[in-house]
């Protein structure tokens, strides 16, 4: 951390970094294991073509989870906001992920094409509170490696969901596979119950903005969105304003 940073009180951004690696490798071994890893299982005990593309259909979910953002936004925990959902999506999807292990993944395909329905959608939900945490969390300057460190969860989350349950299966089976990957979803667990989500906006905005403006933003359907790019593009000019002052 700077010694501006200090100065101006913000917390170093670590613990949010090793939170945002986790979560993101959390969000993507669930949906590595049902759009890579299962489909080889099901192609192995010999699902046909039809099922494996009604299994990756699933994964158009994530190309709409932006809609969730304004109830993700408006509704949660006075202390910890994003947080507090995220407490409740992270075991969301490590229980859906469990509710497979006693199913027939080809007789009963119909059973897991809805579990497998639902694990994406709370994997959408849990990127956009991750994602929100992430602005809300880090200082403008510090979230280029906070997307860096998210980005990274997210390939080593893709390796082990999708390489290493599979590897797994080849050798001890279905059960062993799905009980890997609930066990590896759950790791984020434990640091958000011990994390404690910052202020809404960095100090170091908080005083470019006229007293209106946040809650012109907050009245926005996306207002988390609108107000960090607001608070971006402040930043940004008083940052050149001191520059040009020095």
């Not at 993507?28 to 299982?41: D, N, P, Q």
């Not at 075991?91 to 497998?116: E, K, M, N, S």
């Not at 009980?179 to 202020?199: D, F, K, W």
Request: glycine share 10%; hydrophobic share 50%.
């Amino acid at each position: 951390m700077t010694t501006q940073s200090a100065e101006l009180g913000v917390a170093r951004p670590i613990p949010t970094y090793r939170l945002l690696a986790a979560l993101h490798a959390g969000q993507y071994i669930a949906i590595s294991f049902l759009h890579v890893a299962l489909v080889v299982i099901l192609r192995d005990r010999g699902a046909s073509l039809s099922q494996l593309a009604a299994l990756n259909l699933t994964g158009m979910v994530l190309a709409v989870k932006f809609l969730w953002a304004p109830l993700l936004d408006r509704f949660g925990a006075r202390r910890g906001h994003f947080r507090s959902w995220l407490l409740v999506l992270q075991p969301t999807l490590a229980l859906g992920l469990a509710a497979l292990l006693p199913i027939d993944p080809v007789r009963q395909f119909g059973l897991l094409l809805v579990i497998v329905l639902l694990i994406v959608q709370a994997a959408a939900m849990q990127d956009v509170a991750a994602d929100a945490l992430s602005v809300r969390a880090l200082r403008y300057a510090d979230r280029g490696a906070g997307s860096g460190i998210r980005l990274g969860g997210g390939y080593l989350g893709h390796v082990v969901g999708g390489g290493l349950a599979l590897l797994i299966y080849s050798r001890w089976g279905w059960h062993a596979a799905v009980l890997t990957v609930v066990v590896v979803t759950l790791a984020p667990l434990r640091q958000l119950v011990s994390y404690r989500e910052q202020a809404l906006f960095p100090a170091e905005t908080l005083t470019t903005l006229p007293a209106d403006s946040l809650p012109r933003a907050r009245r926005r359907p996306l207002d988390s969105g609108a107000a960090a790019i607001e608070l971006g593009r402040r930043g940004r000019r008083v940052r050149a304003g001191d520059a040009d002052a020095g």
